[in-house]
């Protein structure tokens, strides 16, 4: 099964974005970001009981959910700025069991990954 994100682009600072990811049946999901030259940070997770967690740049400002009838992840990201610009990446888990608890934040925790998808603040 692939993910496929959508929903990348250029804005200017101060605004808003949606980032989507079409994915089902996985017990945790997340999303990530790559600065260039750097590893992958995480920037928000949710389990399959709705339990979020956030990376500390973006609490307040991102906020991650899912449409489990669509079969859909998302990513709403307001107040963007251009530290934000970044390649972002939705992943699935499936070592994690625990439906009330955020899955971590760690990309290591995350065996499935979508091609990822551009987002440049300006």
């Known amino acids: 099964v692939q993910l496929v994100e959508s929903g990348g682009a250029s804005v200017q600072a101060g605004g808003s974005l949606r980032l989507s990811c079409a994915a089902s049946?996985?017990?945790?999901m997340g999303w990530f970001r790559r600065f260039p030259g750097k590893e992958r940070e995480g920037v928000a997770s949710?389990?399959?009981?709705?339990?979020?967690a956030y990376g500390d740049s973006v609490k307040g400002r991102f906020a991650i959910s899912k449409d489990n009838g669509k079969d859909t992840l998302y990513l709403q990201m307001n107040i963007l700025k251009p530290e934000d610009t970044a390649m972002y990446y939705c992943a699935a888990s499936t070592f994690w069991i625990f439906a009330n608890l955020a899955p971590p934040l760690g990309p290591s925790n995350y065996n499935h990954w979508g091609p990822g998808t551009q987002v440049t603040v300006s």
């Open positions: 949710i389990s399959s009981g709705g339990s979020v």
């Open positions: 049946g996985w017990t945790a």
